[in-house]
């Protein structure tokens, strides 16, 4: 078999085993070539360090934050990439020229590496090596370069005063050496490992969960993970379709504290970006406006301005009562949403009267101190006579239709008269009655009244004396 055939051969055997992505060929002219990235497999659970060796998570350093986040666990670190040009007395005579680059191995392990592809080259000279080349990379970079879990990535680039620099390391054991021109370090600097890694890993997963299949626990359907979404906290999986059904109604009924997984026993709220992503523009905004909203009711030392047409946050200072708005400012106090009124108490609305009487009565005495210091003793106990005043009106007398003054019927018939500005109106429905026959409302056959002049009173009591329009035997009071 002659090179150009052992070279078709190889390429079309390599281009069938991996996908490509992983391995590509490429013709620029007469030079044949290509590229391979090895993707390691990593031992689950794997770690990577971005501290020196010998410091602490807990110790800090220069340059360093001691915040936990320099100790990451990974699924995947980027791929290490063989480039390779095919000569044509390949693989008779020559082996591939070819260069290595990695962004977390240091020059000193990819030099390493590649003296170990020349060895396997001389082993097998006079017959096609980049099978192995691609099989040693991908399967045996990890034992052969002694790599383990915690990895410290923390000098792939960067001298650390407390450690020996890459170079160094590799000169001490071969003061001799230097590094080979293949080995490409491909990272610009050491405060980019971090990130360059970490996003790697994040877009590996996810491309692995689009390429897994699940079972989505809402509608009992095997989707791709490309057509389902995964709460972050618990990792349970639900189709797209479902969800996007789930998230358009609570968030239309603006229970967005509720986006949590359907799992009963779990409580994993979905992301901002995967809400996004499955509902509309205008339903997104308003679930942002929501979401704002009450991650800032949560918030102690934040209230709203009280005017209807601003509505703004107003952040206030918790040993004052004063409050300023930044968008009209109205300065306000805090408690009773009123314009300030300094050190006098704050008066409160007549439709609150209730709420702070049973707030008052329920209050701790550490809390009805605050309450009296707050409102003012006399105030405390205005609201609570008001309020049990309110509550007999309520309860005992009707309005006057025409002034509102509160009337209580005591007995008589349902044609009431009102004390004080004279109206007549109708105990039963409560609407005013004709000034010249008020009685002709309880004789209208299509009245709701009709015939129920006396209902409610005692059908015992006599009547012989009544007479009609006798205003003096009306039913009167309060």
């Known amino acids: 078999m002659g090179d150009q055939e052992s070279q ?13 992505s992983v391995f590509s060929v490429s013709q620029d002219g007469d030079d044949r070539g290509g590229q391979f990235s090895a993707c ?47 000569p044509a007395d390949y693989p008779s005579r020559q082996s591939p020229q070819f260069t290595l680059s990695c962004k977390w191995l240091t020059k000193c392990q990819l030099t390493k590496l590649c003296q170990r592809l020349d060895e396997l080259w001389k082993e097998n000279k006079g017959s096609v090596i980049l099978f192995l080349w691609t099989d040693f990379l991908q399967n045996d970079t990890f034992s052969f370069l002694h790599l383990t879990s915690p990895l410290d990535l923390s ?24 590094h080979d021109e293949r080995a490409i370090q491909d990272i610009a600097a050491q405060r980019l490992l971090r990130p360059t890694i970490l996003d790697f890993d994040t877009q590996e997963q996810q491309r692995e969960f689009e390429r897994t299949v699940f079972t989505c626990n809402v509608c009992f359907m095997e989707k791709p993970g490309s057509q389902c979404i995964q709460f972050a906290t618990c990792d349970h999986v639900y189709c797209k379709k479902c969800m996007t059904d789930y998230f358009i109604v609570q968030i239309q009924d603006g229970n967005v504290g509720s986006l949590t997984c359907p799992d009963h ?34 918030m102690k030392d934040v209230t709203y301005c009280p005017r209807p047409i601003c509505q703004v946050p107003v952040i206030f200072d918790h040993d004052s009562s004063i409050a300023s708005c930044s968008a009209c400012h109205y300065v306000f106090c805090v408690h009773c949403k009123l314009v300030y009124h300094g050190l006098s108490p704050c008066k409160i609305k007549a439709d609150e009267l209730s709420k702070l009487r049973e ?51 005591i007995d008589g018939c349902n044609k009431m008269t009102c004390t004080k500005c004279r109206n007549y109106f109708c ?27 006396f209902e409610g009173i005692d059908q015992n009591m006599e009547f012989d004396d009544w007479e009609e329009g006798d205003e003096d035997d009306d039913d009167d009071f309060l």
């Open 40 to 86: 390691l497999a990593l031992p689950q659970p794997f770690v990577v360090s971005f501290l020196p060796a010998g410091i602490s998570e807990d110790s800090g350093s220069e340059g360093l934050k001691a915040d936990g986040k320099n100790i990451c666990a990974v699924h995947y670190l980027p791929p290490i990439i063989l480039n390779f040009v095919i």
């Open 427 to 453: 105990w039963i429905c409560e609407k005013s009655l004709s000034r010249t026959n008020p009685y002709k409302h309880f004789s209208e056959l299509n009245n709701d009244c009709f015939n129920r002049l």
């Open 265 to 298: 026993e779990c409580d994993s709220q979905a992301l901002p970006s995967q809400v996004k992503d499955l509902v509309s523009v205008k339903l997104f905004t308003r679930y942002d406006d929501l979401l704002l909203k009450t991650s800032l009711d949560l």
């Open 8 to 20: 078709e051969d190889e390429l079309t055997a390599l281009a069938s085993i991996y996908d490509s």
């Open 155 to 178: 000098n792939v680039l960067l001298r650390h005063p407390h450690q020996k620099s890459s170079e160094e390391i590799c000169d001490s054991h071969e003061p001799n050496k230097t």
């Open 359 to 409: 707030e008052y009565q329920n209050a701790s005495p550490e809390e009805k101190l605050f309450l009296e210091k707050r409102y003012g003793k006399r105030t405390i106990q205005q609201a609570v006579e008001e309020s049990f005043t309110n509550e007999w009106l309520n309860q005992f007398s009707k309005q006057c239709p025409s002034c509102g003054a509160h009337i209580q019927k």
